[in-house]
């Protein structure tokens, strides 16, 4: 027993070292797996041969390691083999049933698996070597539940558990070896480049970003990074050279010898120092002035421009940026530190050195954030959507789209035309969605060769031109007989003979501008923009009947008769309206009264293109103002509102040229109030304005970065919002920037508060943010409420005086109740006596001392009443020793009655004292104790 005890240890220990060795031989071959595959993956990277070679070395020496250890459980395979033939030999005959008999088991078939060549790549030179390892189908079984097999039945015996010690230190290694692959394979983390758009002053970045990391990529990697990295100009300049070249290094230089402008990054670095501010005594801006100056000598030693590093100019101008203790100790430093140097590379080194000492050591004198308020403003806005119905026919108003209309196509084609153009609809494609025919994606007639851009509906005749036929109209006599006036304006009750005369004709080879101009009517649902005529031919004022109608405008009705060229005579009816008109540049309004509505004023259209007007010398610093777009004018002005159609001021050129005329609609202190802005933000915000003319980022310093500022067409500095899509005027969607401390703005606000009546400061901010935007308004605005002599006298209070003693019987002490009394009457209330209602009045005793109160019903206001409650009141609690009344109606019936009340009190021992009349202020002791 003793020996088959020790053969089965010595089977077991077996099989368990079978188990480990073909664990370290499938680790092993996974190794060499994941090594050829990093090989194939690396081969194309020739930077990386020299740590493939030092990963083959290490992975031989591993794999001889797992050799080794398997040559040694084979060792031990045999000797276990030998134990085991030895004890089945001794078993009996019959042996005993067994908990897990071998019948029951998998057979495990004995196998010998592929060599596995550790060196794939044949073609680079390094050792190799050959492993045998052994596979088994059932490797992953636990030695645990395996039964020894007889090895004459096709199964491997078990290795025993000994294991050597070069085996256990073999598991370990691969492991090892298994990571370094694995972390060796992954890819280092891309190094984007900055983004380069053509910028002289990010070439430098973007190009020693390049040169520091070129060496950690291929070739085609380093292509792609620069590829990416490129936006815009510089994009466009090596667009064909970005694909056809295999190099980045010549990439590269094609870039710099297109955008390395070294003169141009050391201008713009000499004018940001020279725009530094200067320092105050709290040195908060050092730190800003010591690192712009360290950038600048790092700069112009990088672009070899070390002839500015002497520049005598420069020098004095950072000093003179210095304060005058800093300039003392910078002197003391350059005498210490004067060899080797430049004087700004010394005053440099000196800066940076103080900035960095008053950063560690200085006082820094900040408000702590626990007590800074900060309210946050929430805005809210409703976002509204227009749709247009494109299932509804504008013809007939039936259920399909206008091509499809049978009605729409039995009409002639010249007639269709006519409605499409009245009804603005697309000449493309019929559609009923209001976009601009040239934007429309849909095709052209092609009916017969057809080249014309309109629908094959309107196919068959020629396009309509622009109106341009001569027009003569007289209107006169009108007839204001038939009124139906519910509206409190008279019409003039003599007749009118108003005449009217508006000529325009085409010419071939000229161009005539009539006086039009740009305006905004408003009337009771709102506002308008539209065009104006200015006719000194006419007596009276006309408006677009269509136009008045979208306004609300109302009046009484009359009839007008107009005739036309060659005796044409309209009846038509007209409505005499009144409404308010202003220029498109102008803030003031002017009030128009009595204008006669008319259908189809047919004026011509008109247009002057900014193009046509900015080429005269004589008009070119107004042509934005007198330019417009094509447009037909609704109202015509005539000479019954003549002092707005008289001219104030003519710019004329030669005879050939055309002539722009002042008015109060088209320009009246437009220029001087531009002037007047442009002055405050040049004296304002002189960095800001020059960086935008340079096209140039504002500093996050700025007091204006945050509102996205921009130059508009007349050089003026203006905000951008988020309401560009509100139907409001430019000037409310883009307002002018001012500083709230600029004279010129606290005169503007003056005004807005005087326009205002002296109201509440938000109606003044409402106002005012229609144009401007003022940096401090609120402030400013209290400012001026504060010095406006108008608020300060009505809004004061008047001091009030001082309040008096109290009487000596309001403190009298040791006095029992009531010995001061104050008397007063409330009422009448109603009492039910029998069947009937009666007054009664109730007679208050108070007591000035205790403010006890004591109550007495009175049947009447007579002095009787008034006794008798009186002697009620003294058998009860006792007589007083001064009684304080008014001189209401229960004691003012005349003076008898008085004197007679008294004569009894003082008969009683009472003094009787009363307040003077209308005085009820002084006895509020009692009357505050009458409520009703």
């Not at 050829?36 to 493939?52: D, G, M, N």
């Not at 094609?254 to 670095?269: G, H, K, Q, S, T």
């Not at 307002?735 to 005169?747: K, S, T, Y």
Request: overall charge positive.
């Amino acid at each position: 027993m003793p020996s088959a005890s020790r053969s089965v240890s010595s089977h077991l220990s077996s099989r368990t070292t079978s188990a480990v060795a073909r664990r370290l031989a499938a680790e092993a071959r996974h190794a060499a797996a994941i090594l050829q595959l990093e090989e194939e993956k690396l081969r194309v990277e020739q930077e990386k041969e020299a740590r493939l070679l030092k990963l083959r070395v290490e992975a031989q020496n591993r794999a001889l390691a797992a050799e080794l250890a398997a040559i040694d459980s084979s060792s031990s395979h045999s000797s276990s083999n030998k134990s085991v033939n030895s004890w089945v030999h001794r078993l009996p005959a019959n042996p005993p049933a067994m908990e897990n008999p071998a019948s029951t088991r998998p057979p495990i078939p004995k196998a010998v698996g592929p060599i596995v060549d550790l060196n794939p790549n044949a073609g680079v030179p390094s050792p190799s070597l050959v492993i045998p390892i052994t596979r088994s189908s059932h490797a992953d079984v636990p030695a645990a539940t395996q039964s020894p097999v007889p090895e004459s039945q096709g199964y491997i015996p078990p290795i025993p558990p000994t294991l050597p010690s070069s085996s256990r230190h073999c598991h370990a290694d691969i492991k090892d070896l298994a990571q370094a692959i694995i972390s060796i394979g992954q890819k280092p983390k891309v190094c984007d480049l900055p983004l380069f758009s053509g910028k002289a002053t990010d070439w430098l970045l973007f190009k020693q970003t390049y040169l520091h990391t070129r060496k950690s990529f291929s070739s085609f990697e380093n292509l792609a990074r620069i590829r990416t990295a490129l936006r815009g100009e510089s994009a466009q300049a090596v667009s064909a050279l970005a694909f056809t070249s295999s190099d980045p290094d010549e990439l590269l230089q094609a870039l710099e010898d297109r955008f390395a402008r070294p003169e141009f990054i050391v201008l713009e670095e000499l004018t940001a120092v020279r725009a530094l501010p200067k320092l105050q005594s709290d040195y908060k801006d050092l730190n800003l002035i010591a690192c712009r100056v360290q950038n600048l000598v790092a700069i112009l030693k990088q672009l070899n421009s070390s002839e500015y590093l002497y520049s005598p100019e420069l020098y004095n101008t950072l000093l003179g940026k210095l304060t005058p203790l800093l300039r003392s100790l910078w002197i003391r430093y350059a005498a210490e530190h004067s060899s080797g140097y430049t004087k700004l590379e010394m005053l440099a080194n000196f800066l940076r050195v103080e900035a960095r000492n008053h950063t560690q050591f200085g006082l820094h004198l900040q408000i702590p954030s626990d007590h800074i308020v900060k309210h946050r403003r929430v805005d809210f806005c409703n976002t509204t959507r227009t749709s247009f119905n494109s299932g509804v026919c504008g013809f007939c108003s039936g259920k399909h789209n206008l091509a499809d209309c049978t009605k729409f196509k039995n009409i002639s084609p010249s007639e269709r035309i006519v409605f499409v153009k009245n009804s603005k609809i697309c000449f493309y494609c019929l559609g009923d969605v209001r976009h601009y025919w040239r934007k429309c994606k849909s095709q052209r007639c092609v009916i017969d060769g057809c080249q014309y851009f309109h629908h094959k509906l309107l196919h068959g005749t020629d396009m309509p031109k622009s109106e341009t036929s001569t027009s003569h109209q007289k209107v006169c006599n009108t007839n204001t007989s038939n009124l139906q006036t519910p509206f409190e304006k008279p019409l003039p009750s003599v007749p009118e003979n108003t005449s009217s005369y508006s000529c325009s004709h085409e010419q071939q080879q000229q161009k005539v501008f009539l006086k039009v101009l740009p305006v905004t009517i408003s009337g009771p649902l709102g506002e308008i923009e539209t065009l104006a005529l200015l006719d000194d031919g006419s007596t009276a004022t006309f408006i677009d009947a269509d136009v008045a109608s979208r306004l609300g405008l109302r009046g009484p009705e009359g009839h007008i008769q107009v005739q036309g060229v060659g005796g044409m005579i309209r009846q038509d009816k007209t409505f005499y309206v009144d409404f308010k008109i202003k220029g498109k540049y102008t803030q003031e309004t002017y009030s128009i009264e009595n204008a006669r509505t008319i259908k189809n004023l047919n004026l011509s259209k008109q247009a002057v293109p900014f193009c046509d007007i900015s080429k005269y010398p004589h008009l070119a610093n107004i042509a934005h103002e007198v330019a417009f777009d094509e447009g037909t004018p609704t109202v015509l002005i005539g000479a019954g509102d003549w002092h707005l159609t008289i001219t104030r001021e003519i710019k004329a050129g030669t005879c050939n040229q055309p002539v722009a005329t002042r008015t109060l609609l088209a320009e009246d202190i437009i220029k001087a109030e531009r002037h007047v802005v442009q002055d405050s933000q040049r004296q304002s915000f002189p960095e800001e304005l020059e960086a935008l003319r340079k096209s140039m980022p504002i500093e996050k310093r700025s007091r204006i970065w945050k509102f996205s500022p921009y130059l508009d067409a007349e050089g003026i500095i203006r905000l951008r919002g988020r309401i560009d899509t509100a139907d409001v005027p430019v000037s409310t969607k883009r307002p002018i920037l001012l500083d709230g401390r600029h004279r010129a703005a606290r005169l503007l606000l003056a005004h807005y508060h005087r326009k205002a009546a002296h109201a509440h400061p938000r109606l003044v901010i409402n106002e005012i943010r229609q144009r401007y935007w003022i940096l401090h308004l609120r402030a400013t605005i209290r400012s001026i409420v504060l010095r406006c002599a108008w608020c300060v006298l009505n809004k004061s209070k008047p001091l009030s005086p001082p309040i008096g003693d109290l009487p000596p019987e309001r403190m009298a002490h040791h006095r029992r109740p009531f010995t001061f009394v104050g008397l007063d009457y409330m009422g009448p209330v109603l009492v039910t006596v029998g069947r009937r209602h009666e007054k009664r009045w109730i007679a208050l005793f108070t007591c000035l001392t205790v403010r006890a109160i004591h109550l007495e019903i009175v049947a009447s206001l007579s002095t009787d009443s008034a006794l008798m409650a009186l002697k009620r009141f003294v058998a009860r609690r006792g007589t007083p020793t001064k009684i304080f009344s008014d001189n209401g109606t229960a004691f003012i019936g005349a003076n008898n009655i008085l004197k007679a009340m008294a004569e009894a009190g003082a008969n009683s021992g009472i003094t009787w004292s009363f307040q003077p009349p209308a005085a009820p202020h002084m006895s509020g002791v009692w009357e505050r104790l009458v409520r009703g």
